[in-house]
């Protein structure tokens, strides 16, 4: 009998909102509309069990997981109109250093910790590292702060024997991988690159907080730029990302790249992509959550090479 993974997720914002209902619509309905691995190492997406919630929201602190993922400010849509509770009481988050060893207590029974809080707060990321080494968990950062990339976070973890992955989310469909990919493609067609550039609009309060708060997004988004070759061309560059509230849960991004070809004729390609943003997000979560058990009870530690394509700054790559 397969023995369902047990997760605990820090933050209940949009992308757990989209991860809690996906897995629901899935258990549901069979569907595998938009599933990129079914079955990951022996474990089917509706193998996820949610074990423990943490949250900074006092609306959502008491509150059953699937209540408080409706909340506001989160806006990623209602899926179906049926949601089973999931049990699981969303609990306070931690807040400073000083209630790791609480927070640690609280994850017991914990196999992965899925930190989903807002990017840009390094020591907020570390101090739930820190919980889930307590823990004996491993420890997935969808954060753009580095933790992973971190050389004695690393460490640490490896020598626990714990797996840790990160650092930040590369979304299933989202402008970084279009983006990589065309100027891959280009590459491969012999064209020469002039000059590109993403631009990224949204409406949820990550969108928020990244226009305010963007330094570590910014690089994390050059670094899943990164040419075969390690170098990110000087020729790429990402635009300061914009907050518009009435996208509500809708990213919209535009691509533009200006090329030469043959007999240094130009080419020019522009993209537009809409996409619900949280749904990139949890799209590539469900296979991190599976790929840190299955290493985990496997005996695999520190960082796991197979989770790199769903990632945008892995260890290795600039801080
Ligand atoms: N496609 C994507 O959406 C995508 C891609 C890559 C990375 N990410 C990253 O994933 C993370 C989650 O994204 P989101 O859209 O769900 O963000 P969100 O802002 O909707 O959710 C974050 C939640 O964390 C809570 N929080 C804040 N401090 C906390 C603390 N100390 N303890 C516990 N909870 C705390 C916030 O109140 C909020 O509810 C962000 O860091 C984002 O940058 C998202």
Redesign the pocket.
């Known amino acids: 009998m397969i023995k369902r993974v047990k997760v605990a997720v ?7 909102s989209s991860l809690v209902q996906g897995i629901a619509l899935h258990r549901a309905t069979g569907s595998l509309v938009g599933i990129r691995r079914p079955v990951l190492d022996g474990l089917g997406v509706g193998d996820v069990d949610f074990v423990a919630a ?4 006092p609306e959502k602190i008491g509150k059953d997981l699937t209540e408080a993922i409706f909340l506001p400010p ?1 806006n990623f849509p209602r899926l179906a109109s049926e949601l089973p509770l999931t049990g699981v009481t969303v609990r306070r ?3 400073d250093a000083a209630e790791v060893e609480r927070v640690a207590a609280e994850l017991a029974g914990a196999e992965v910790v899925l930190y ?4 840009g707060r390094q020591e ?1 990321a570390r101090a739930y590292a820190e919980a889930a080494l307590q823990a004996g968990a491993a420890f997935i950062n ?3 702060d580095a933790v992973a990339r971190d050389r004695q976070w690393l460490d640490r973890f490896a020598a626990a024997g714990l797996p840790l992955l990160g650092d ?2 590369t ?1 299933q469909f ?1 402008t970084s991988v279009v983006h990589h990919a065309l100027l891959r493609l280009l590459a491969e067609r012999g064209l020469t690159l002039v000059s590109s550039y993403q631009v990224n609009l949204g409406g ?3 969108f928020r ?2 226009a305010e708060n963007s330094t570590t ?1 910014l690089q994390s988004k050059l670094n899943a730029l990164t040419t075969a070759d390690g170098s990110t061309s000087d020729r790429v560059q990402v635009a300061p990302i914009g907050y518009l509230a009435h996208l509500k849960s809708h990213k919209v991004a535009h691509i533009n790249i200006e090329a030469q070809a043959w007999g240094a004729t130009s080419v020019s390609l522009d993209v537009k992509l809409k996409v619900h ?2 749904s ?2 949890a799209g590539v979560t469900i296979d991190l959550i599976r790929i840190a058990a299955s290493a985990l009870r496997q005996g695999r530690a520190g960082y796991l090479a197979e989770a790199t394509p769903l990632l945008k700054s892995p260890p290795g790559t600039a801080i």
């Not at 943490?54 to 929201?57: D, G, L, Q, W, Y």
């Not at 989903?116 to 990017?119: D, E, F, I, L, V």
């Open positions: 820090v933050g209940v914002g949009n992308n757990i943490f949250a900074t929201s989160n988050g931690l807040t989903a809080a807002p990017s907020t969808t954060t753009s930040d989310l979304s989202g949820t309060e990550d907080n990244l997004k943003d949280p990139g997000a």
